[in-house]
């Protein structure tokens, strides 16, 4: 099973928005609505932003969403804090009952 | 709370073992699937393993074959049983509690492994 497929990195200013992709396969992303996003300070656990593509948990914030087309996940975060700046993952549930991450992302907030 | 712990990590030469344990508090560990996810030092994550409740086991290709987890709900813990490592099984080792969606919605601090002669 290989790796989602993220980009390096990714910057916005203070106030903008951004979104992160996240590019599976038929087998992984696309065909499941088992979509989730991580965000991980250095140093930190992750922690779950986005859960079934674009559900929310308890305690994060609105300025994040997500949203799926075909193979390709995103994450978007608009109002962009200082915050925010950190590594982001993708997961998705896969037709060998496996789960996969995606490389990550480093947000740079400017 | 939800509240994971990991330990058991350590330095250990290839081709040797290592068991991890995890445990778990503040749910009712028997009622949802866990997780191990790895991180080798400064890369991305990497999921290893899961454990349903009803002990059904899944495993990434790298470590098929090598790794085994099982639980104890008696005792709310989680465990890997890592053999046959290699220096690139090296990584900070998370306990991760399943959620709806096929998600991880809680994770401990993690543990390291590191493989090395």
């Known amino acids: 099973q290989s790796a989602l497929t993220q980009a390096a990195s990714v910057s916005g200013s203070p106030g903008q928005s951004v979104t992160i992709s996240c590019t599976g396969t038929s087998s992984d992303v696309g065909a499941y609505n088992y979509v989730s996003w991580y965000q991980q300070h250095p140093g930190k656990a992750p922690k779950l932003m986005i859960y079934?593509?674009?559900n929310r948990p308890s305690g994060v914030p609105d300025r994040f969403s997500g949203s799926k087309s075909g193979n390709t996940a995103s994450l978007t975060i608009s109002g962009l804090q200082a915050e925010d700046e950190a590594n982001y993952y993708c997961?998705?549930?896969?037709?060998?009952?496996?789960?996969?991450f995606g490389g990550g992302t480093k947000l740079t907030v400017l | 709370e939800v509240q994971l712990v990991e330990s058991g990590g350590g330095l250990v030469q290839p081709g040797g073992s290592l068991r991890l344990s995890c445990a778990a508090s503040?749910?009712?560990?028997?009622?949802?699937?866990m997780h191990w996810v790895r991180q080798p030092t400064g890369k991305g994550l990497e999921w290893v393993s899961a454990?349903?409740?009803?002990?059904?086991?899944y495993y990434s290709g790298s470590v098929k074959g090598r790794f085994t987890i099982s639980r104890e709900n008696g005792k709310n813990s989680l465990y890997l049983q890592m053999n046959s490592l290699t220096a690139g099984d090296t990584a900070v080792y998370y306990c991760a509690k399943g959620w709806f969606g096929e998600t991880f919605d809680s994770w401990g601090q993690g543990t390291l492994v590191t493989v090395s002669s």
């Open positions: 997961s998705s549930y896969t037709s060998s009952s496996t789960r996969v």
């Open positions: 454990i349903g409740i009803t002990a059904d086991t």
């Open positions: 079934e593509v674009s």
């Open positions: 503040g749910f009712t560990f028997s009622s949802y699937d």
